[in-house]
Each structure stands twice: as structure tokens, then as C-alpha cells.
């Protein structure tokens, strides 16, 4: 009777069983897959983490290291952060400066200065504030920083300054070496001993050295501005004749001439004008040298320029520009960069910069594209050469910035293209008329000044001494006022006649004689005049002539010796002396003659030698290699 029902029960509990494990795998199967999409969400953000996490190191490593100094500044400038760069510059360690005042790096002449800067700078947020300043770094040197500074407002609105420095150590010691020999100039025409007087387009006085006071008695402030004041009474329309033939190239020195001291006093003068235009044919300034025949029995001096103004008007050339996409193919050209480059737009568009860049500049360019293209700088200036198509060689200067066009998602780089080849030959132009300055006009001058010297102090003693030394200045001045306008043409790039070498050399040493010191002794061993070149010779003379001008000054010596001979294929010149000598080796304060002798030697491909020791003497070697084949035997 049970038996139905208990079959029942069971079926039913199988049932169930069945239900409740199929419900099971189910929950199961679903709790799997809700564990599996929980990991790959861990993972996904792990990995954005991770990214998020190199991002942040790559920007601070590129904070850290950027070669600008950064600082973070409140208001009133105590540090908040700094850069391991600037940190690293200035020779402290980040925590020394963080909580720091930032006028701590400035010398105290300068803190407030920082201060009131930095003040006015949090009251215009947002505005760029510049300016160059002297800071100071913990070992107590210094440093000059080009600063730029911001003034911006966080989220909660505290205002910051942030402030970058870049190092202008550099430009600021080329500045003042310009300076230095502009004053150097300027002082040794203020402390010449032969009077120079400069005047300008309207015949007003600009400049009037020292020697001019002691020879007519009237002070610079006095005459600075004004008309000549020693025009004899009468004589004004005279004078005015001679400026106006002067102006026109009508007039060359020696002039003799009879003006008045201040005291009313005749002066019998020679004046030797020079008349200096700019390069549209206005005259810019006239230089006079005089020189006081009533004192030295009217010998005659030559001129020595004052301070020629050597303007160099470079013309402004059209600006070509020119846009890099980020695989550094130009998308666009303008005509000014295809007049610059030779090339037609179409040959420029789709290629890169190295088309026309010199292969000797292109590595650098490239390292300053491929930190700008990554994100390194935002901006960059480069100098370089260029082949033009036609296979000319020209210096440009290239200003790179970002821009933004539309159609292109990635940055592009706008790039501002200058001519600037007179610039550069403009620069080593300057260098050698530099060295032609010192090196021809200067120690001649020195020359004409120890004979004048000489000449004075052997008047009295012996006439005929004396006139000798007079005739031997009247004769260098006349050398120097060839030489004068050699420099004058040579501006003009006018060319001259060139002088003949041996004349040249034996005029040179006879001119190297003092109060109490002997004319060098002069060897010359044929054939070497031979093969003595122009430009040959002319180097090699103003190495004589600094060398003797040198010993002269300083060696003290009782005889002095200038050899010249041929052997080996080889030019030997020696210039010596049996003076004081002293040690090579010693640190020594080193002037501009030694300097432009290794110059001169350099140009002509020669060998320089100094030899020298204390108390014996002193020698400079000049060997000059000739050619294979220029010497037969």
C-alpha cells in the first residue's frame, strides 16, 4: 500500500536536488565571470596607473634636468621648489633652498631691487615680467641669469611666481670684452702723446685727447660741442675753405698751418686730416693729428686715426618661413625661404631641412628638432649654413617656434629663416682690421713717439743726433700715413700697391731705435727675399715690428738682432735680445701682441716659437714651410 508514495518522495527529492545543483553551477558560472571582469578592471587600472606613474616620472625627470633654472616663489618670494638644475648651478642641495628667501642668491645691492620686482609682479598675475640680474651661488662666485617671471593663481586661488633663469655668463663676458676694447681704444687715443682732435659733419668738436689740451690750452669740456676754437682772427674764411676741400676728398696731410694757443700764442703746426664716410657717401667723422713744428723744428709727423668708427650695416634680408610636420617634411614654403635656399617650393615641400643643410651643421640641427618634437623645448635658435641649389654657401639664422594649423592633429614647428653671411664675414672682417690696428698703426706710433724722444733729449747734447732722429721720425710718419691709408682703403675694399718687402723691413728696423738704444742689427741670407710673398710679407713685418716694439719696452737689452734666412724649404725668421728675459712658464699677465703674432703666424701656416729665461735674453722663432718643389737645388 506505501510503496507508490514512497516512490513519489524520492522522485520528488531527486527533483529538487537537480534544481538546487543546476541553480548552483548557475550562481557559480555568474560569480566566475563577475571574478574574471573584477581582474581585468584591476588590471586595466594597474596598467592606467603605471602609465600615469612613467608620465609623472618622465615630466619631473624633464623638470629636474631642463637646462633652465625653474623656481616656485610665493608672493612675498620664499621658495617653494626648485629644479635639481638650478639647484645644481647655483651649488646647493633642494632642501637648502626650499623655505628659503629668494634674495638670498642675490648680492644685497641687488635685494631690493628682487623684492620690489617680485612685488609688482604678484600684483599683475598673469603678466610677463624680465629683467637680467647678478645672482651669487653658495661658493660666494657669481653669475649673471636672464629671469623670467609669472605671477598665476591655484585652484583655491593662492597666488604663486613662477620664475626661470637661464645662464647668460657667456654673453654678458663677450659684452664686456667689446667694452673693454672700446675703452681701450678710447683711452689710448685719450692718452696719446701726439694730439687728435675729432670733429663731426657740422664741424663740431667730438672728441679732443689730452695732448690737444697741452697743446692749445683749451680743456675738453671747454671745446666738446663747439667750433675749433684757435682759428687765428682773419683767418675764419680760410679755415672754412680747407674744411670744405677736406669734405671733398680734395685734401691729404701734411698741411702746414699756423693756429693760436689759448693764451694767444702762434703755433706753427703740420695737420694730417683723414676724413671718414659712411656708406652712402656722408661723412661721418674727420680726425685730425697735429703735430707742433715750433717745439721739433717743423719735422713732420703723420697721422694716427682716432677711433674709426667701423660701422657695419648689415642689410635686413627677407625673413623665409617655413612649417616641419612631426616627420620633419616641410608643408609649406614661402618665396623668401626658396630665393634663400635656390630651391622652387615645390622642391622644398614634402622634404626635409637636410636638402640644403650643410652636412657639417645637420646632426646639431637635428638634436634641437628632435627635442622640440618631443615635447623637450618649445623653442629653439640656431645658426647654420646652407647649400644653396646653385652650390653657394650661405649663414642663416633659424628661430623655431610651435604653431598650430588645422587638417594637422600633431605640433608643428614654424621656422623663421635669416640671411645673416654678412654678419659672420662682417665678424672675422672686424678681427683682422683689429689686428692690422694694433699691430701696423699703434706700434708705429709707439716708434714715431721714441724717436720724437729721443730727438728731445739729445737736442742740447748733440744737433746732429738730434736731426738724425728727426729726420728718422719725419720719415716713419710719411711710412705710417701709407700705411693709414692702406687701412682707410681697405675699408673701402679699395686695393693698394704692395710695398716692397726688403725696403719695408730695413725701414722697420731702422725705426726701432731709442734714448739710449742702438738700431737693431738686421741679417738677411739670400736668397730669401725671393720668396717672400705679399701677403707672406706682410705678415711677417708685423711680427717684427710687435716683437721689437716688445723688447724695446720691456727687455732692457743692449743689443737686439732680426735674422733672416732661407733652408730646408723653409723660411726662418728670429727676432732676439740680450735683455732681462723671464720664465715662459710663470703666470703672466698676456696683452694683445703676443696673441696676434701666434694670429699672424697661424694665417701663413707657420710655426711660432718663444724662447726666453730670466736674465738671458728673449727670442721669438717664426718658421715658415714652403711649398714642395719652390726651392731647387
Not at 735683455?579 to 703672466?588: D, H, I, N
Request: charged content about 25%; aromatic content about 6%.
Amino acid at each position: 500500500m506505501h510503496a507508490p508514495l514512497d516512490t513519489a518522495s524520492t522522485e520528488l527529492v531527486d527533483l529538487r536536488r537537480d534544481t538546487l545543483e543546476a541553480q548552483v553551477r548557475e550562481r557559480t558560472a555568474e560569480l566566475e565571470h563577475a571574478i574574471t571582469d573584477l581582474k581585468r578592471e584591476v588590471e586595466r587600472r594597474q596598467q592606467a596607473e603605471s602609465a600615469l606613474k612613467a608620465s609623472e616620472q618622465r615630466y619631473q625627470l624633464l623638470y629636474e634636468q631642463n637646462p633652465f633654472m625653474y623656481f616656485t616663489l610665493t608672493a612675498d618670494g620664499t621658495i617653494l621648489s626648485v629644479n635639481r638644475f638650478g639647484a645644481d648651478q647655483l651649488g646647493y642641495l633642494k632642501e637648502d633652498l626650499i623655505g628659503q628667501s629668494i634674495v638670498k642668491l642675490f648680492d644685497s645691492s641687488h635685494r631690493q631691487t628682487m623684492l620690489t620686482q617680485l612685488k609688482n609682479c604678484a600684483a599683475s598675475p598673469y603678466m610677463l615680467f624680465q629683467w637680467e640680474v647678478e645672482k651669487i651661488r653658495k661658493d660666494g662666485t657669481r653669475l649673471w641669469a636672464k629671469e623670467r617671471a609669472k605671477a598665476i593663481h591655484d585652484q583655491t586661488g593662492q597666488s604663486f611666481i613662477l620664475l626661470v633663469c637661464e645662464d647668460i655668463m657667456e654673453h654678458r663676458q663677450a659684452e664686456y670684452q667689446l667694452q673693454e676694447t672700446s675703452r681701450i681704444l678710447h683711452t689710448l687715443v685719450k692718452e696719446s702723446a701726439l694730439p687728435i682732435v675729432s670733429l663731426d659733419q657740422d664741424a663740431r668738436v667730438t672728441s679732443w685727447n689730452q695732448a690737444a689740451t697741452r697743446l692749445f690750452g683749451w680743456s675738453e669740456e671747454e671745446v666738446l660741442g663747439h667750433e675749433l676754437p684757435y682759428i687765428l682772427p682773419g683767418q675764419e674764411a680760410s679755415a672754412d675753405a680747407l674744411w670744405q676741400a677736406g669734405t671733398r676728398g680734395e685734401v691729404t696731410g701734411p698741411i702746414e698751418l699756423r693756429r693760436q694757443h689759448k693764451d694767444g700764442k702762434i703755433l706753427d703746426l703740420l695737420l694730417w686730416p683723414v676724413f671718414v664716410y659712411d656708406k652712402f657717401g656722408q661723412l661721418s667723422i674727420a680726425v685730425g693729428l697735429y703735430v707742433d713744428q715750433s717745439d721739433l723744428k717743423r719735422a713732420k709727423e703723420a697721422v694716427r686715426e682716432s677711433e674709426l668708427r667701423l660701422q657695419r650695416f648689415v642689410a635686413e634680408a627677407p625673413v623665409g618661413l617655413g612649417i616641419l610636420d612631426e616627420n620633419w617634411r616641410m608643408v609649406s614654403a614661402n618665396k623668401a625661404l626658396c630665393e634663400l635656399t635656390g630651391y622652387e617650393e615645390h622642391e622644398i615641400v614634402g622634404s626635409t631641412y637636410a636638402l640644403y643643410t650643410h652636412p657639417e651643421d645637420l646632426s646639431a640641427n637635428i638634436v634641437l628638432t628632435d627635442e622640440f618634437f618631443r615635447g623637450i623645448r618649445s623653442e629653439y635658435t640656431h645658426e647654420k649654413r646652407y647649400i644653396r641649389k646653385s652650390g653657394e654657401i650661405i649663414w642663416v639664422s633659424v628661430k623655431a617656434t610651435r604653431v598650430e594649423l588645422s587638417g594637422h592633429a600633431g605640433p608643428l614647428l614654424l621656422a623663421a629663416v635669416q640671411d645673416i653671411t654678412e654678419r659672420k664675414l662682417a665678424m672675422e672682417e672686424r678681427e683682422h682690421l683689429s689686428r692690422d690696428l694694433h699691430d701696423n698703426i699703434l706700434q708705429a706710433l709707439y716708434a714715431v713717439g721714441m724717436q720724437l724722444e729721443a730727438g728731445k733729449l739729445s737736442m742740447g747734447k748733440s744737433p746732429r743726433r738730434s736731426k738724425i732722429h728727426m729726420t728718422q721720425a719725419v720719415d716713419q710718419l710719411n711710412n705710417l700715413m701709407l700705411d693709414v691709408r692702406r687701412f682707410i682703403a681697405l675699408l673701402t675694399q679699395r686695393t693698394t700697391a704692395e710695398p716692397d718687402f726688403g725696403q719695408a723691413l730695413r725701414q722697420l728696423i731702422a725705426s726701432m731705435s731709442g734714448a739710449g738704444q742702438s738700431t737693431p742689427e738686421l741679417d738677411l741670407t739670400n736668397p730669401v727675399l725671393s720668396f717672400i710673398t705679399p701677403k707672406l710679407g706682410e705678415q711677417l713685418l708685423n711680427i717684427v715690428r710687435e716683437a721689437l716694439s716688445n723688447s724695446t719696452r720691456h727687455a732692457h737689452a743692449s743689443h737686439r738682432w732680426v735674422r733672416l734666412s732661407l733652408a730646408d724649404n723653409t723660411i726662418h725668421l728670429i727676432i732676439g735680445d740680450n735683455g732681462v728675459g723671464f720664465s715662459p712658464k710663470r703666470k703672466r699677465r698676456v696683452g694683445h701682441g703676443l696673441s696676434n703674432m701666434v694670429a699672424r703666424a697661424k694665417q701663413i701656416s707657420a710655426t711660432f716659437t718663444l724662447q726666453s729665461a730670466p736674465g738671458r735674453g728673449t727670442s721669438v722663432l717664426v718658421d715658415v714651410p714652403l711649398k714642395k718643389g719652390t726651392v731647387y737645388e
